[in-house]
Each structure stands twice: as C-alpha cells, then as structure tokens.
C-alpha cells in the first residue's frame, strides 16, 4: 500500500491528479463556496491544489469545513470533481481511524436531528422555557428524511466502534 501524505494512493492519488490538472486558479470555487465565506480559512481551490501536490497533512482540519454542497462544483469552468475529493480523502482517513474526533461530532449532529430536529439543541434553560410555554417541540422530520438519517447514524456508529 503506497501513501500518499498518509492516504492511499490508490484511493486518492489519481483523483488528485485528474482533478488537480483541470483547475487553473481562477478563483470562482473559493469565492462560491458558503464554508469560504463563513470561516475565512476554507478554500475548495486550496485543498484541490494541496491534495494535486500530495501534501494531504496540509488539509487534514481542513477538510472537514467542506459542506459538500457541490457549490464549487457548479462554478468551475473546467467541472473540476473538489467534493469527491474531500469524500475519498475522509473516507481513507476514517477507514484507517484517523478521523474519531470528526466522526463523534458527526455522530452528536445527526442524534440531535433525528432527536430534536436540529443540529444544534437550544441550550438555554430560558429557550427550552418558552419551547414548552409554546407548546412547540422538536420538529419532526419526514419518514424517508429519518429512515436515511438512521441509516447514516448507523454506519457512523459502526465505524466509530470498529475505529477504537
């Protein structure tokens, strides 16, 4: 099994290449990008060109500011695949037990929706207060939305089990 800044390369390495070989740093993925906006210190074209250049060790927080959304995706002109990147590159990191804390807090989100119907709960005494006043408690969610979330949550469980 060859490396690659601690991911395989044969998961990752040729995806990196093809993918690193059509940006050409215009930018367009990076300004798009709603994680980029919010947190100023996520860049898609960043984590493209670093994992093109082999320096995984680079993104590895990094990687998980990524939402996924395909936004920088969209925008590309040259349609340059960032999202399957950063899913092979988690993917290999969680398969060899790198990713415990990451996966815990993925764990905690998805609990929370499936329980509360949000990802964060309130967490004042003052807003639960007023929830119950109300009479509004958590939203429940659609059965084909809870079915794949459970499904999700289960494979998270098993890998956070099988990971320590």
Known sequence: MRLLGGVELAEIGQLALSEGRRCIQCGACSSACPSARATRSFSPRRVLLSLFRGATTEVEEEQWLCLLCHTCEAVCPNSARIVDLVEALRRSRVRRGVEDEALL?????????????????????????????????????????????EEVLGVVREVVAHAR
């Open 105 to 149: 807090a993925y764990r905690e989100a998805l609990e929370n929706v499936l329980r509360m119907g949000v990802v964060v709960p309130p967490t004042s005494s003052e807003a639960e207060g007023f929830s119950r006043a109300k009479g509004v408690g958590p939203r429940q969610l659609p059965p084909e939305a809870r079915s794949r979330l």
